[in-house]
């Protein structure tokens, strides 16, 4: 009896092990595209800073307390528009004694003419006498002598006259500086000091700048490596030649739209700077809306063109340890295979190296698979895959 137990236990075992031997892990359905080949259009993407095309430091002429402030900031200005007023009561008690200064010097003119006058008729009369033997020679040259002298204070009555005139004008021209006005049509920035502050010629900051920003800049530092890449790309025997054939230039603001004027490239610093390696660029843009300001940010996008080349959807790509890598799919089965990129654009990643044209890649889920990893394979169209996605910025 115990014998026929035992064999119904082994029996029982035998069965169950054929029963999972037989047993199937089901394989999970992913969705693959074939490798393409195109031309895509793209962009050099670079962070920006925006400044007006004109940029004048506001300072003050004569030192002062500022008694009032005309503007704020941020507001548009016309050439000559009052921006600050200067306290100018040392200024008005100088013009005073100025005014006085110079009254006093036509005085003492007056008299200096008075006195060569007299002098001369005192030689005139002299002259005769002497040729005549009448009077001693030396008479007449001490007439003469007398004047010469009132010719001298009259020479420096007159140059005192200029002075005092010179001292009284500039008096006048620091009360007329007393009013700032606004050196250009533009806007106004940061207001660095207001009323009650003391303000000189000499301080190192400005009151404020004024901004003209009808156009703009756009400067933006490529290093040497991007640099070379960068000019590689366009026709032009030199530099000057390719920054006059470069195509027109598009601005994305910090919101991620892109500005309504294209710009152009004028020119360039010419020189890799030592400290950080870099060389900067400028773009112009007319900037009739005012939309952009002194000081804003943007990226600038310039187009490039990458003709005949590989392209997968870029959800096919996963990094590992700084390496880009794909899963091909052969037989049903995935295999880990390195990449190297070009650039990512609109959703799809364009290959430079480790792929063919045709070859079939995993397009979503990488992050679910590993190497070897038998999969369901579902063909999609590359097109429609990465229209489905959420667009990203180039």
Do not use: W
């Not at 040497?224 to 890449?229: A, D, G, K, S």
């Not at 843009?285 to 310039?302: A, P, V, Y």
């Amino acid at each position: 009896m115990r014998s026929l137990q035992i064999f119904i236990v082994i029996l029982l075992l035998t069965s169950c092990g054929k029963k999972n031997d037989n047993t199937t892990v089901p394989r999970r359905s992913f969705p693959v595209v074939k490798v393409d080949q195109r031309d895509i259009n793209g962009y050099f993407i670079f962070p920006s800073e925006i400044s007006g095309v004109i940029n004048i430091e506001v300072k003050p002429k004569i030192s002062g307390y500022i008694e009032q402030v005309f503007v704020d900031e941020g507001q548009t200005v016309r050439k000559g528009q009052k921006l600050f007023k200067i306290e100018a009561n040392i200024q008005a008690e100088n013009a005073s004694a100025a005014q006085a200064s110079v009254s006093s010097s036509l005085a003492a003119i007056e008299s200096a003419k008075a006195n060569v006058k007299a002098a001369q008729v005192e030689v005139d009369k002299l002259e005769p006498l002497v040729e005549r033997d009448i009077i001693s020679s030396v008479q007449l040259e001490t007439a003469r002598a007398e004047l010469l002298k009132a010719k001298g204070q009259l020479s420096k009555a007159q140059a005192d006259h200029q002075i005092a005139s010179a001292a009284y004008q500039g008096v006048l021209e620091d009360i007329k500086f007393s009013e700032i006005t606004s050196p250009i049509n533009g806007v106004v920035g940061r207001i660095y000091n207001r009323e009650g502050s003391l303000v000189k010629p000499t301080d190192s900051n400005p009151i404020t700048t004024i901004s003209d920003v009808s156009e703009i800049y756009a400067y933006f530092s490529i290093n040497e490596q991007q640099y070379i890449n960068f000019f590689q790309e366009y026709p032009g025997k030199d530099l000057q030649e390719k920054i006059n054939l470069m195509p027109p230039i598009e601005l994305e603001l910090a919101n991620g739209s892109i500005f309504e004027e294209k710009g152009k490239l004028q020119t360039t610093s010419g020189q890799i700077n030592p400290q950080t390696g870099t060389i900067q660029f400028r773009v112009k843009f007319d900037n009739d809306s005012k939309l952009l300001n002194q000081g804003s940010t943007g990226l600038i996008r310039i187009p490039r063109k990458f003709e005949n080349v590989l392209v997968i959807p870029e959800t096919a790509v996963f990094e590992q340890q700084g390496i880009s890598y794909v899963y091909t799919v052969r037989n049903d089965s995935t295999n880990t295979t390195p990449v190297k990129l070009i650039d990512r654009i609109d959703n799809l990643a364009i290959v430079e190296s480790g792929l063919k044209k045709g070859e079939v890649v995993v397009a979503m889920g990488a992050n679910n698979l590993r190497h070897k990893a038998p999969i369901k394979p579902k063909s999609v169209d590359i097109d429609s895959l990465v229209n489905t996605l959420r667009p990203v910025n180039n």
